[in-house]
Antibody
Framework: QVQLVESGGGVVQPGGSLRLSCAAS????????MHWVRQAPGKGLEWVAF????????YYADSVMGRFTISRDSSKNTLYLHMNSLRADDTAIYYC????????????WGQGTLVTVSS | QSALTQPRSVSGSPGQSVTISCTGT?????????VSWYQQHPGKAPKLIIY???KRPSGVPDRFSGSKSGNTASLTISGLQAEDEADYYC??????????FGGGTKLTVL
């Protein structure tokens, strides 16, 4: 079955950096596009970033453009989110999510990793 | 990339039906038949319950149904059960490989 396991969350100071990882299993990782979605405490879901199945194209929400970078390593079945210039409003649970295959929907989610930006 | 508009909360008694609306624009909900709905229980990851406006993934009860008219999509849950109490989020493809979620609706089963 599809498994997505995020790691790398923690507490970071404003202006700092963090790298999140997502270990994927149970499906051919190199054949599927992937997403990052976040959820601030007590708030709704916000789409963050998307990467093609082969890593050739990447897209971002305006709120993170220029600060976050999505990447993937198919040899390790791992998705990454590099976050720079972190702000307090980046505090959230970050979910790794699998695209269904037609770029039309997200079908599986990880359990998330909490990022807290605070001094 | 403005969030889609959902009611903050809805409620219903066991056995009743409830409908949750999700209003966007012609650039997202109205422009594509790529609306999904997710169920999220407290402390859990979201679960896909409807995709492509009205399709149900295998294993999702047929009590859950989706539709769309213009810029507004809807999720209907019939025969409400206690376990349906959760937060529900709509999501639409918004073009240029971007997606937008609704603000979420808390469903209370009375």
């Amino acid at each position: 079955q599809v498994q997505l396991v995020e790691s790398g969350g923690g507490v970071v100071q404003p202006g700092g950096s963090l790298r999140l990882s997502c270990a994927a299993s149970g499906f051919p990782f190199s054949s599927y596009a992937m997403h990052w979605v976040r959820q601030a405490p007590g708030k709704g879901l916000e789409w963050v970033a998307f990467i093609y199945y082969d890593g050739s194209n990447k897209y971002y929400a305006d709120s993170v453009m220029g600060r976050f970078t999505i990447s993937r390593d198919s040899s390790k079945n791992t998705l990454y989110l590099h976050m720079n210039s972190l702000r307090a409003d980046d505090t959230a649970i970050y979910y790794c999510a699998k695209d269904a295959g037609g770029y039309d929907t997200i079908d599986y989610w990880g359990q998330g990793t909490l990022v807290t930006v605070s001094s | 990339q403005s969030a889609l508009t959902q009611p903050r909360s809805v409620s219903g008694s066991p056995g009743q039906s409830v409908t949750i609306s999700c209003t966007g624009t012609s650039s997202d909900v109205g422009g594509y038949n790529y609306v999904s709905w997710y169920q999220q229980h407290p402390g859990k990851a979201p679960k896909l319950i409807i995709y492509d406006v009205s399709k149900r993934p295998s294993g999702v009860p047929d009590r859950f149904s989706g539709s769309k008219s213009g810029n507004t999509a809807s999720l209907t849950i019939s025969g409400l059960q206690a376990e349906d109490e959760a937060d529900y989020y709509c999501c639409s493809y918004a073009g240029s490989y971007t997606w937008v979620f609704g603000g979420g609706t808390k469903l209370t089963v009375l």
